[in-house]
């Protein structure tokens, strides 16, 4: 399904995880907040709010809620994809890419072309991408590979989801011979208990990285992206450094990684059964 949790008031995380026993103000007056979601959070026809109304304490008597209005607007910026990955493809001339979507248009797709000036080639190569249900709630997991790669050239890509049409971003092949490579191991966002923590600091290990070491062409992760397999806001984390859109990656499936299909479906890892 869709659902995703857009707020809470009294409530306190602990340990990472929010504690549901007992919440609330415990005040004379109820408490009034506002929340907003993201629009990924919707989807076509009948959507459901559903909310959990606690006791402040064990001996309290009194539950009290009300929603007096829900506003849809119009006039927010639309979603845009996200978990922008670029992979290792079967061989040194492809690369596979994956994204998450918020279109469900089938036929999503890569245009790419060598780099040639500050816009995007009139005259571009296009390769049809795969789109199937994600686990982010409100957005498709897209897969595409792209061939006929040249040694040692700069290019640029961009997504394309029926009308909507991603910014461009790039990357560059490796000439023949050796090359640089980073190698990292457990960025497992959200092991501190603070997914916003890990990711600030998992953005500031890569950013530092291609900073002393530009011309690395490939960074290889040994396992644990994340802590918990199945944790979308965990990948987002992980994703966040903007250097991956145009560092190539390939990822080691770790223990923590395991136990749910989120792995699979954000990286497009080349010659697997």
């Known amino acids: 399904g869709n659902a995703a949790n857009v707020g809470t008031v009294n409530i306190t995380a602990v340990g990472g995880d929010f504690e549901y026993l007992y919440g609330g103000s415990n005040a004379t007056a109820p408490t009034t907040a506002t929340f907003s979601a993201d629009a990924a959070c ?3 026809g009948e ?24 506003i849809i607007d119009e006039s927010a910026t639309a979603p845009k994809e996200g978990a922008v990955c670029i992979t290792v493809g079967s061989d040194e001339t492809m690369r596979n890419i994956s994204w998450d979507s918020p279109s469900a248009a089938t036929n999503a797709k890569v245009q790419y072309a060598k780099k040639d000036g500050d816009t ?21 997991s897209c897969k595409a590979t792209i061939t006929n790669l040249e040694s040692g050239c700069e290019y640029v890509y961009r997504l394309v989801n029926g009308a909507t049409v991603s910014e461009v971003y790039s990357f560059s092949t490796s000439a023949s011979g050796s090359f640089s490579f980073l190698f ?33 062409k490939l960074l290889i992760s040994s396992g644990d992206q994340v802590n918990s397999a199945g944790n979308e806001q965990e990948y987002l984390g992980y994703f966040s450094p903007e250097e991956l859109t145009s560092l190539t990656t390939a990822t080691v499936i770790g223990n923590h990684d395991t136990g749910s299909n989120s792995h699979k479906k954000h990286f497009y890892d080349p010659n697997t059964k």
């Not at 959507?47 to 001996?59: C, F, L, P, S």
């Not at 990292?184 to 291609?210: F, H």
Request: no cysteine; charged share 10%; hydrophobic share 35%.
């Open 42 to 44: 919707l989807k076509q």
């Open 184 to 216: 990292m191991g457990d960025p497992q966002i959200g092991a501190s208990g603070s997914v916003a923590n890990d990711a600030a600091a998992w953005s500031n290990t890569v950013s530092v990285a291609t900073t002393h070491f530009p011309n690395a």
């Open 120 to 140: 995007f080639p009139s005259v571009y190569n296009e390769a049809t991408a795969s789109v199937e249900s994600s686990n982010n709630g409100g957005y498709y």
């Open 47 to 70: 959507n459901v709010i559903a909310v959990e109304v606690h006791n402040g304490t064990a001996t309290s008597s009194d539950e009290w809620f009300s929603m007096p209005e829900v």
